[in-house]
């Protein structure tokens, strides 16, 4: 019973994540939802769901302009499978910087960002903000859904990264393009 709270909790906190009635500031910049898409893999279903925030000024932006630009904005994802683990999550994580190294989004801190991630464990319903500040870089904010706690994971500072990371999504060789279309509104 009180795992089916915890649950139904957690889907509450992703759909208004997800809805255009949650706002999301960084820098002290208002960010507007983009898009939701949801990353699907084999016979895990769907994994995650990613939801696009970015400054009114790239709302109508295309993936490129919004990898490219030095401005406030974030993805958040809401993890929506029991199987995707922390193991499962990094080595993903590698492999979709390496694609976005191989249309020209390379990045040295690829590791120092994973390492953010060590004592996580993810449970479906878990969130995880990955939000760019030009003054701090990515920060990582992660909520766990059975404790309802929120903890900042630490930042990595360099448009380098914040490149490379969005580029997984959004670059020439996106992780899922069904997911980029999805996450760009289209």
């Known amino acids: 019973m009180r795992k089916g709270i915890v649950v139904a909790i957690a889907l ?6 997800m809805s255009d009635v949650f706002s ?7 960010l507007v939802k983009k898009g939701t898409g949801k990353r699907t893999k084999g016979i895990l279903g769907t994994v995650y769901y990613a939801t696009l925030w970015v400054p009114e000024s790239l709302k109508n932006a295309d993936a490129k302009a919004i ?8 993805v958040v994802l809401v993890i929506d499978s029991g199987l995707l683990t922390k193991e499962r999550f990094l080595e993903a994580t590698k492999e979709g910087f390496a694609q976005a190294a191989s249309s020209g989004y390379a990045t040295a801190k690829q590791d120092a960002f994973l390492k953010l991630f060590d004592a996580v464990e993810f449970k479906k319903g878990d ?7 030009p003054k701090a870089g990515i920060t990582a904010v992660f909520t766990a859904t059975e404790t309802k706690k929120t903890t900042t994971l630490g930042s990595v500072a360099g448009l380098d990264l914040k490149k490379a990371l969005f580029a997984i999504w959004l ?5 899922q393009e069904s997911l980029k279309k999805q996450m760009l509104g289209m």
């Open 171 to 175: 670059g020439p060789k996106p992780v």
């Open 127 to 133: 969130v995880i903000q990955l939000g760019y500040d």
């Open 12 to 17: 509450l906190v992703a759909v208004c994540m």
């Open 67 to 74: 990898v490219e630009a030095d401005e406030p904005m974030a």
């Open 24 to 30: 999301l500031s960084i820098g002290g910049k208002e």
